[in-house]
């Protein structure tokens, strides 16, 4: 017998942890990690690269399990450790730059992302290069991060290099390439870029389900992502078709609490909504609202934003006090954790405008849609879709206000940027007319 601290039995007790971990079995994988993890440390020392090596797990493991507070300290203890015993540009070293990043990530803390992922990927770049898989993963989870944090430009740089090198090295069909590719076709659908985005998510999908399977985890994200865009371009039923299979396989895989099951859930709500089916979306957004609540907690950007879609379909329901209570706490807690200028918080600021307009609040109104969109001009330009929807809204308010002389520039503006082929033309072009001939009677007077 070799005993439990003969590192033979170390490392096969360590590998049924890993075991346990990868079939799914989380409660018996951190339990076993925890044990290898006390006699590492009691018999080969807190800072030993096994004994790091575990901690390092056991911290990833408790992510996973939603745990957002604990891993910090450890993944903290892991890089400090790595560093003195390995050096800083070690590969280990770098992957615990990569690991501090993904939990300030999941814990909304995107700045703090942002400034990890750069020192992991600048690291791997001088060691390993710039074509190296793992430098092209954490070059993707910082466009990622760019991207949340309103850095678009950035993001897409980063997204394009990233897809075009893993393509060159990796191959078209490697999974870390259909990621990237998944990932570019969200950024572009987000920017208007529709049929570039439509080629890529199509193309991420097929290589998904030929490489991986129908049911792996990514196939799923390819499914709910290719909905989504099915939703934006109008085709409700191709959508709810692929929402339905991802969202009834990710229930399956993963839980009806984990956070990709929710996504899809949030995204099958929405379609709902635009459908007209407004009561039958409203307890799936309640319900995607409360089950972040309870494994992210209230501040968390992801939360809320689920506050800020609430808010949403009250407003649609045109219950405006509800909607302007829900809208108002989601603005207080963006402002708070993204700031005023980022994209959540100016267009959680915008709906809210819209509900206190139709509450009567005019001022306040007034205030807040024209602080949302000047900071939305500033973010995305004058010509972006949101922002002239942005600038629509606050019109309307200063039409209730029977401020035409300052209404007046802006309809003009908007009309001109919209163009005859865009679906709002007519609308927007009727309010221009109304503000030219209040405009005109005013000046009679």
Known sequence: MLGEEHPVSLKTLGSLGHSHHQSGNREMAEEVYRKVLR??????????????????????????????????????????????????????????????????????????AANWFEKSHEGKRSTLGAEHPTTLTTLRNLSITQRKMGQLDLAEDNLREALEVSGKVLGSEHPSTLSTMNTLAGLLRQRGNYSEAESLYQDSLQGRRKVLGAEHADTLTSMSNMGLFLKSQGKFDEAFDYYSEALEGRRRILGDDHRATLTTLNNLAFLLKDQGNRSESLPLF???????????????????????????????MENWIEAEQSLRRALEGQTQRLGADHLD?????????????????????????????????????????????????????????EKWEIALPLAENLVNKTGPEDQFFHERNALKLRIESETAKNSED
């Open 39 to 112: 006699i590492q440390e009691s018999v080969q020392g807190p800072d030993h690269p096994e004994t790091l090596s575990t901690l390092d797990k056991l911290a990833s493991l408790l992510v996973e399990n939603g745990d957002y507070e604990q891993p910090e300290e450890m993944y903290l203890k892991v890089l400090s450790g790595r560093r003195k015993q390995l050096g800083p540009l070690h590969p280990d070293t770098m992957s615990s730059l990569n690991n501090l990043g993904f939990l300030a990530y999941r814990r909304g803390n995107y700045s703090e």
């Open 345 to 401: 918080t100016l267009t959680t600021m915008n709906d809210l405008s819209s509900a206190l307009r139709n509450l009567g609040q005019l001022e306040d109104s007034h205030k807040l849609g024209f602080q949302a969109y000047e900071g939305l001009k500033t973010l995305n330009g004058d010509q972006h879709p949101l922002t002239l929807a942005m600038l629509s809204n606050l019109i309307k308010t200063l039409v209730l206000q």
């Open 286 to 316: 309640q319900e995607v609202l409360e089950k972040r609540t309870q494994t992210l907690g209230t501040d968390h950007p992801t939360t809320l934003i689920s506050l800020y879609n609430l808010g949403v379909i009250l407003l649609d």
